[in-house]
């Protein structure tokens, strides 16, 4: 397929040959033809994909018809809004659409927090069709009346997951009630996972779905996310999880026998209905369990990496890592057993502070950075984190994944301040 299949005008064409694109990639082929058909979309995909001009190229073909070279600001409202949770991936973004708009007279603008508010007023006072924002200024700038929302178009949501990380969903949900209810929603995520479905289910309206993430292994398939928790409460937040959510057929895993058994016992004396299988319960015992897991007797079956070896546990909803294993490898191996063909798996691992070398080498091994999140009501406590940012054996929760995708509350705080 090429970029001329996908139905963009002559400018946009021409900015494409300019940018040396000459195919579209799978995400821009799949997205495109569905926002240019003005439904809502749901896109995996990360950065790196070509996602930005997934959605940028379509939409600029959409607003052409509301390009005009009018000095009133008037006849430029803000018909495209696009939300992005970092000032590098806004002003990234911005540019992208000033390359592919370039042979169109369509206003761009960008705003991001940090900076004074003044030039940035006085642009979007003069109009503008496009203005990609991070949540948090937005707000100031709409609170203070230098921007009207009231004729958008379209919304997008870039890099949904990492904006929930940061805490944002309060600003969009204030931003999504700025704007009219009749209107296209693009949602871009690097992960699906419940959170980014939750918010999906809530904004989109009978979404068309896009999924490009790389399949490299079985544990792509598997939605993965971490959840940062003191070891202490460890317990406490599986039991929540399970309960809040519902869930049910959870594989549980733990390092140790000693753990499991323990664990299982704790869950059932909360009337979280839980069995162990490990090493030091007989074949017979440990069949017994698993009958009682798979019947739906008990909700939670918690497991030893050894001990589920070698058992018929496959196709599972949900599979929780208690603590992540001591080899990587054992990552693959438990999160394997969740995902039911054609169905999405999905894998929790609760990590404590002290499991930063091990959540390095899972995050090695896939060579991605699993997405890190905290519960409300089950933050780490920032007295146990202080020290450990101090440089105890280097083990900073904000330096566990390497990259700006893991974050902890230890860095989330500045960098949500820094986004505003
Ligand atoms: P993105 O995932 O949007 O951050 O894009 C990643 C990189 O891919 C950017 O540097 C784009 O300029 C580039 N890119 C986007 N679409 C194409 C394409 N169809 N062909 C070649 N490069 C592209």
């Not at 499991?260 to 059932?268: F, H």
């Not at 950075?369 to 984190?385: C, K, S």
């Given at each position: 397929?090429?970029?001329?299949?996908?139905?963009?005008?002559?400018?946009?064409?021409?900015?494409?040959?300019?940018?040396?694109?000459?195919?579209?990639?799978?995400?821009?082929?799949?997205?495109?033809?569905?926002?240019l058909a003005g439904d809502d979309l749901m896109a995996r995909a990360q950065t790196g994909t070509g996602k930005t001009a997934a959605f940028a190229l379509p939409i600029l073909q959409r607003l052409k018809a509301h390009a005009n070279t009018s000095f009133s600001p008037a006849r430029h409202p803000v018909r495209a809004l696009i939300v992005t949770p970092t000032r590098e991936l806004a002003v990234q973004v911005e540019r992208s659409f000033r390359a592919?708009?370039?042979?169109?007279?369509?206003?761009?603008?960008v705003v991001y927090g940090g900076v004074p508010m003044p030039p940035q007023e006085k642009q979007l006072l003069g109009g503008i069709e496009i203005l990609v924002a991070t949540p948090g200024r937005l707000l100031d700038h709409a609170g203070s009346r230098t921007v009207n929302l009231g004729q958008v178009e379209v919304l997008v949501l870039d890099e949904a997951d990492r904006m929930l990380d940061m805490g944002f969903i309060e600003d969009i949900r204030r931003i999504i009630a700025l704007l009219p209810s009749k209107r296209q929603n693009l949602l871009f995520s690097a992960t699906f996972d419940p959170e980014v479905r939750a918010l999906a289910h809530s904004l989109l309206h009978d979404p068309r779905q896009?999924?490009?993430?790389?399949?490299?292994?079985?544990?792509?398939?598997?939605?993965?996310?971490?959840?940062?928790?003191?070891?202490?409460?460890?317990?406490?937040?599986?039991a929540h999880l399970v309960r809040s959510r519902d869930l049910r057929q959870v594989l549980v895993f733990t390092r140790t026998k000693h753990m499991?058994?323990?664990?299982?016992?704790?869950?059932?004396r909360v009337r979280v209905d839980a069995t162990a299988i490990h090493g030091d319960r007989s074949q017979a015992d440990r069949e017994k369990a698993l009958e009682q897991f798979k019947s739906g007797e008990v909700r939670v079956l918690v497991a030893t990496d050894v001990a589920a070896r070698g058992l018929d546990i496959e196709g599972l909803p949900q599979v929780v890592n208690f603590e992540l294993p001591y080899h990587a490898q054992d990552y693959v191996h438990r999160i394997g057993r969740t995902g039911r063909a054609g169905m999405t798996g999905?894998?929790?691992?609760?990590?404590?502070?002290?499991?930063?070398?091990?959540?390095?080498?899972?995050?090695?091994?896939?060579?991605?950075?699993?997405?890190?999140?905290?519960?409300?009501?089950?933050?780490?406590?920032?007295?146990?984190?202080?020290?450990?940012?101090?440089g105890r054996g280097g083990s900073t929760a904000g330096s566990r994944s390497g990259t700006s995708r893991g974050r902890s509350s230890a860095s989330r705080a500045p960098r949500t301040a820094a986004a505003r």
């Open positions: 397929m090429s970029f001329d299949d996908l139905g963009l005008s002559p400018e946009l064409l021409r900015a494409v040959t300019d940018e040396g694109y000459t195919t579209p990639t799978p995400v821009q082929e799949q997205s495109i033809p569905i926002v592919y708009g370039r042979h169109l007279p369509l206003r761009i603008a896009v999924d490009v993430a790389p399949k490299v292994s079985a544990a792509e398939s598997v939605e993965q996310v971490v959840y940062l928790v003191d070891a202490d409460r460890k317990r406490d937040l599986l499991a058994a323990r664990l299982a016992s704790w869950l059932d999905h894998a929790i691992s609760l990590v404590s502070l002290d499991e930063e070398e091990q959540l390095r080498n899972v995050n090695k091994l896939l060579k991605r950075d699993l997405p890190i999140r905290q519960v409300r009501g089950f933050e780490l406590d920032p007295r146990a984190t202080a020290p450990a940012r101090s």
